[in-house]
């Protein structure tokens, strides 16, 4: 389970929104039990990846560095990276999968960008799934998504919801889809 507190939500959903209409990136700080992770700080980094930028997303090498340093000196690690779909999907692509940290979760945001005759009239996060490869044997999996208002004690669960989380109402290179063409 990825455990989130709103704030963090909000300011991934922004961070999201206003990097439109590419992706963006970032990094998720905290600590990781068998069964949860639990996110305490969300690092922006800058998306340099050498390929579309609406389809295809690196984290900056110096946010990477530092994410790294600083966590280690909370006492604290990278429990995961996050980044935007554009496009509104909200499964990981082919590069995803090929180039994802065992034990590290991938939580992605979903865009929905207004159509014409919609009720919306600008771009809005939409959702949050998040993805997780617990060991080289495993497959790479969807895993739940906890979002409060406060960090709990991570204590071991027998939940095992599992699902996109509707976000209305609350150093990784990735890409597009199967073919890496923009979503």
């Not at 922004?14 to 992770?37: F, K, Y």
């Not at 998040?130 to 709990?152: G, N, T, V």
């Not at 991570?154 to 599992?162: E, K, L, R, V, W």
Request: charged residues 25%; negative net charge.
């Amino acid at each position: 389970m990825l455990r989130l507190l709103t704030d963090s939500v909000r300011e991934i959903e922004t961070h999201a929104v206003r990097s439109l209409p590419e992706e963006c990136c970032g990094v998720l700080i905290g600590s990781r039990t068998t069964n949860a992770a639990d996110v305490r700080r969300v690092v922006r980094a800058k998306n340099i990846t050498t390929g579309d930028p609406r389809c295809h997303y690196q984290v900056d090498w110096q946010t990477l560095f530092e994410s790294l340093n600083s966590s280690r000196s909370d006492g604290e690690s990278i429990v995961g990276f996050y980044h935007s779909h554009p496009d509104g999907s909200s499964r990981p692509s082919q590069k995803d999968l090929a180039e994802a940290w065992v034990g590290v979760s991938y939580l992605i945001v979903t865009i929905q960008d207004p159509k014409a005759g919609s009720a919306i009239d600008t771009p809005i996060a939409s959702s949050l799934s998040s993805w997780l490869q617990e060991s080289e044997e495993e497959p790479f999996a969807q895993e739940a998504i906890s979002i409060s208002d406060e960090h709990q004690v991570i204590q071991p669960s027998a939940h095992n919801g599992i699902g996109t989380f509707d976000v209305r109402r609350a150093i990784h290179i990735g890409g597009c889809g199967p073919k890496d063409k923009p979503h």
